[in-house]
């Protein structure tokens, strides 16, 4: 066995954008940038954000354990079970430190002062403070959703050393309060805002458009809404009349697509791609794994085959079908496609939301009835439209787009609906790492998520992966009102029935 060890640090990955190097000696004390221009501080916590989720310590390791990726076991060129291995549960201490320190301090203490600069400015630049506030909203939205109770309330406060631990309940309902704050206080007719004419490179997602960011606040705090629903069906009332308000206000084309490219030359590429490239020879370290071919080439098979398995996947030459491995199992260069070239190509851009995704939630609400009647008919409708885009979205022709998702019957149940949209949900995210494991942990209660996932070979007997464990860092060992017993990967939050 080839033993591989290494941890693709966003703490290396800060020059990786094209704009960024301006950035970096801007704030030697992130909790008090106090005579910063906030797009600075924005400017830096987008590119520590956006690398975090592409790089070896979040999206590796959430995409392993999630079961979305596998590594090929002994196979000498994939990550062959290296040390530590998150297909079996064995997480470096890297990986789990430097998420923790990269989400509060290079994202989150950054937005927080941004903020505050933007809005104690003269004038107040409110289009700035909102734009920071739907990012902080994303950072803190993962930061539960990969660790569960995490500090918030009292977090990003210079005048409190050791902030309490809130809620995940909590914690998500200040998500949804900071993005209520940021779609109040937009103004599309200010000039005032990140990345305004001549300055645009400081607003990577939307060059300073910020009718797009109103929109993406509208659906990222729908999304948190169906993230606690399950745990808190009061939210469907809230969900319904997002729903019904029509989508105007909610990200409703490809040109609302909130991503970040990268660029393919040295010290720009994405990480997905330059890990290989320096330590693989340009070969894709990660194979498919079986429980996203099992979906996308079922056993009986489409029609018209899914258009998007060339997109992912590179299929050996002597194979015949998309075999993807068995998580944990050892993958055979002759039977087991990798993970496409394209797919993870220097300039494939790290992606956050898309107009599929908000299709595929409104597909959901109408097949579930979420404060709107249920509606199969509006929900299939929704459905074919969301497999289209996600099609054509991963390169495929419009024509072949429409013709997989045509092919598709009409909902008969709800209970039929759920399970396809919730299948189809996971599958289009299925190269971004933490968003595909939320979205299966949201799919249903404990044993009949969508896909219904087992323990990976090799994996310690007990529970499947459910979380990171909360790292040993200053900000958690020496906090008194940091948790003081362990919670285990295995243990499932506040959201995950």
């Known amino acids: 066995m080839k033993k591989f060890i290494y941890t693709f640090s966003v703490l290396t990955m800060l020059l990786t954008l094209s704009s960024c190097k301006k950035y970096l000696d801007i704030n030697k004390n992130p909790n008090a940038a106090e005579e910063v221009d906030p797009k600075l501080l924005f400017s830096y916590a987008s590119v520590a954000y956006v690398n975090l989720r592409s790089s070896g310590d979040l999206y590796i390791p959430m995409s392993l354990a999630g079961q979305m990726l596998s590594n090929g076991g002994n196979n000498p060129t994939g990550w062959s079970g290296g040390d530590p291995d998150a297909q079996t549960y064995v997480f470096s201490a890297n990986f789990l430190n430097n998420t923790w320190v990269t989400s509060y301090v290079r994202a989150g203490a950054n937005l927080k002062q941004a903020i505050k600069l933007s809005e104690e400015a003269s004038p107040v ?18 930061i539960t959703t990969t660790f569960g109770d995490v500090p918030y309330t009292e977090a990003w406060s210079p005048s409190i050393l050791y902030p309490k631990f809130d809620s995940q309940k909590t914690v998500l309902e200040g998500t949804i309060a900071l993005l209520d704050q940021a779609i109040a206080q937009f103004d599309e007719a200010s000039p005032l805002k990140i990345g305004k004419a001549g300055d645009s490179s400081y607003d990577l997602f939307y060059a300073g458009d910020i009718a797009k960011w109103k929109r993406l606040a509208k659906s990222l705090k729908l999304r948190t809404l169906l993230t606690m629903v399950d745990k808190d069906p009061t939210k469907a009332t809230e969900i319904g009349a997002i729903a019904q308000a029509g989508t105007a206000t909610l ?247």
């Not at 630049?125 to 993962?142: G, H, R, S």
């Not at 149940?413 to 942990?441: N, Y």
Request: glycine share 6%.
């Open 251 to 497: 990200v409703n084309a490809t040109t609302d697509n909130f991503k970040i490219a990268y660029q393919d030359v040295a010290g720009r590429r994405n990480p997905k791609y330059a890990i290989s490239l320096q330590y693989n020879g340009g070969v894709n370290f990660f194979f498919a794994s079986k429980p996203v071919t099992d979906i996308m080439e079922p056993a009986t098979p489409f029609a018209i085959a899914d258009p998007r398995l060339p997109k992912f996947f590179d299929k050996p030459s002597a194979a015949t079908k998309y075999v993807g491995v068995t998580p944990g199992a050892d993958a055979v260069d002759a039977v087991n496609p990798r993970i496409a070239a394209t797919l993870h190509s220097g300039a494939a851009p790290e992606v956050m939301f898309t107009y599929q995704e908000q299709l595929f939630n409104e597909a959901e609400i109408y097949a579930r009835g979420l404060g709107v009647a249920v509606d199969l008919a509006k929900a299939n409708t929704l459905y074919k439209a969301a497999l289209a885009e996600s099609c054509k979205f991963f390169g495929t022709t419009s024509a072949d787009a429409t013709s997989f998702s045509n092919q598709f019957v009409a909902f008969t149940s709800s209970a039929q609906a759920v399970k396809a949209i919730h299948e189809q949900q996971w599958v289009d995210k299925m190269d971004r790492g933490l968003d595909a494991f939320t979205q299966w942990r949201r799919s249903g209660s404990d044993g009949s998520e969508v896909p219904l996932l087992t323990l990976p070979d090799g994996a310690p007997a007990g529970p499947i992966f459910r979380r990171y464990e909360y790292p040993i860092v200053n900000e958690i060992s020496a906090n008194p009102n940091a948790p003081k017993t362990t919670i285990k990967y295995n243990e499932k939050m506040w959201f995950d029935l």
């Open 125 to 142: 630049n409110n289009n700035a403070a909102a734009q920071c506030k739907v990012l902080l909203a994303m950072v803190t939205y993962d």
